[in-house]
């Protein structure tokens, strides 16, 4: 059964640090992993999305990574600033199925 | 463009109590999901549909029922509501489960609280 976690559970950094956050997973036969952020009291929004057979994705400050092999995603956040403040979640999607498996986030606050 | 609607938005019920959730996407997308958000334990698969008319069970589809007799419309189903079901409902859809058709966009959130 794959298994999804995200460490730290929160994290708080001064503004312009750049950070990284970490996604494990326990099943290497991933279709692809997601990466998310939740604003308090709101919904998802979709933030990067790396196919099984890519090893990275890129949107402006961000770059997610992917290492199948371990078992692992990064999500980099560049030159963080106040407004990053969020939860970010890691989904990965399984071979064979729709369905998403969501690690229970990382609660980042970047102090201005 | 409205996205994924949800409806209501908050809701409370008495143990027993019946209710449907209403999730609206005008993205003519294929696939719909409803996940519960619980504190510490992420977002957990309660059902999902892969097309109009058609559902399958997630990973905790116990005490809910849902229906996709619309492509654009997914409800949710609690017929006899228990203070276990207290928790934040969001529903999602994506046009495909291939490539980036895949992104899965959300609602706002139903929060549903069960006396």
């Known amino acids: 059964k794959q298994e999804v976690t995200q460490i730290p559970a929160a994290l708080s950094v001064p503004e312009g640090e750049n950070l990284v956050l970490n996604c494990s997973f326990t099943d290497s036969a991933i279709y692809n992993l997601q990466w998310f952020r939740q604003d308090p009291g709101k919904g998802l929004t979709s933030l990067l999305l790396?196919?099984?057979?890519?090893r990275e994705q890129t949107s402006g400050r961000l770059n997610a990574s992917l290492d199948k092999s371990s078992g692992r995603s990064t999500l980099y956040i560049a030159a963080s600033q106040p407004g990053d403040s969020a939860t970010y979640l890691c989904?990965?999607?399984?071979?064979?199925?729709?369905?998403?498996?969501f690690g229970t986030g990382t609660r980042l606050k970047v102090l201005a | 463009n409205a996205g994924v609607t949800q409806t209501p938005k908050f809701r409370v019920l008495k143990t027993g109590q019946s209710m449907t959730l209403l999730c609206a996407q005008d993205?003519?997308?294929?696939?719909m999901y409803w996940y519960r958000q619980d504190p510490g334990m992420g977002l957990r698969l309660i059902h999902y549909?892969?097309?109009?008319?058609?559902?399958a069970k997630g990973e905790v589809p116990d005490g809910y029922n849902v229906s996709r007799l619309k492509k654009q419309n997914f409800l949710l189903g609690l017929e006899s509501a228990a203070p276990s079901q207290t928790s934040v409902y969001f529903c999602a859809s994506s046009y495909s489960e291939r490539g980036a058709g895949n992104i899965q966009y959300f609602g706002a959130g139903t929060r549903l609280s069960v006396l």
């Open positions: 790396i196919q099984s057979s890519q």
């Open positions: 993205m003519n997308h294929e696939y």
């Open positions: 549909s892969v097309g109009e008319g058609t559902t």
């Open positions: 989904a990965v999607g399984t071979s064979g199925t729709y369905k998403y498996i």
